[in-house]
């Protein structure tokens, strides 16, 4: 009996027995055969479906990239949690981005280089202190089953970004995505992945992040997100927002990184009007999350950008 077996994977051919009878008269012979040759050429069409079946399954069983860990532009010396192997239901994802030429960011950095794909790169500011002093914070303040550590996402992995529904990235004020990386945002966001970017300033900051952004969506443009909107109540009410600085100005009585820039939170929606990338422009939540635990960091300025970003980590989970 003929037998195709296709299980998640698990291909398993029967054997063809093909017997011919010495008494079969001659003239049964020939369509006996070609009954047989139909029968073997369909066996053989089924055997190679489930092959490339079986491939693309294991191909997208191996697409997730493990963790792993980059030099960051500021340090590179924050140990890894006890429990960073965790298998937990939801991952904090940081972009990895190239520069825009010559661009430098407002941040600490010192070791920039132009290979991106290794660390030392703008994409790195904050990096990896703020990605999970902030996890921590939200472990204790939400039932959220969340790894303890942050997971690098470059948009260049095949359809690894597919696996990490949130993507966040600092200082897209210097970035510059490729036509593929900004198509492949695009059709991350349109699926329901959300995109929170932050720490970038002024009208060059602005001019050099739109450059991008207009390549993922040339069709949408960036508005002002009204108070009233979900993003804001999801978890704390957040109608009294205020400017959160850098670290570098603690103590200064300074909250702008640079003069006449007023905060703003801004957002990109669906047709269905869901935001699907949201940005904290003029302000800093990465360096509110970095020093969280600095006691020369105003407390009032972490307390807020940790609520921003539960608020919009809930919100993306459950819109």
Known sequence: MDAVICNAGALTIGRVDIIFSIFAAPKHAGRWYAQVMIRRSRIVRRAIWCIAAA????????AQRPFRE?????YN?????????QKTEYVFARLMYPQYPGARGFGFGFRGGSDWKHGYSMWTQ??????RHFLLALRRLTRIDARSVEQPVDLDDGDDVYNWPWLYAVQPGTWRLTDPQAAKLRDYLLRGGFFMCDDFWGEQGWEIFEESMRRVFPDRRAVDLDNQDAIF?????LNDRYQVPGARYRGTGITEKCYGCPPAWRGIY???????AAMTFDSDLGDSWEWADDPTYDEKYSALGIRIG??????SMTH
């Open 126 to 131: 904050d990096y990896p202190r703020a990605d």
């Open 55 to 62: 491939a693309v399954l294991v191909g997208t069983m191996l």
């Open 77 to 85: 010396d924050f140990p890894l949690p006890a429990d960073y192997a």
């Open 270 to 276: 669906d047709d269905k009007g869901r935001v699907m």
């Open 70 to 74: 980059y030099p960051g532009i500021e």
């Open 310 to 315: 539960v608020n919009y980590i809930v919100y």
């Open 233 to 237: 109540h999801t978890v704390y009410d």
